[in-house]
């Protein structure tokens, strides 16, 4: 079983979807982003 964030964080990482639209979608944005492995929201994509 994954979490959503795990699910969220590796479809941000495949280039499926924006960080805003996986942020939109949890509730654990701190979790997601420690999966994603930065601080702060990336830019540019």
Known sequence: MQT???VLADQYKQGL???EAAA???SRPDEMQRLIG???A???R
Do not use: R, V
Request: hydrophobic share 40%; no cysteine.
């Open 42 to 44: 990336p830019a540019g």
């Open 17 to 19: 979807i924006t960080f």
């Open 38 to 40: 930065g601080a702060a």
């Open 4 to 6: 959503l964030e795990k």
């Open 24 to 26: 939109s979608k949890t």
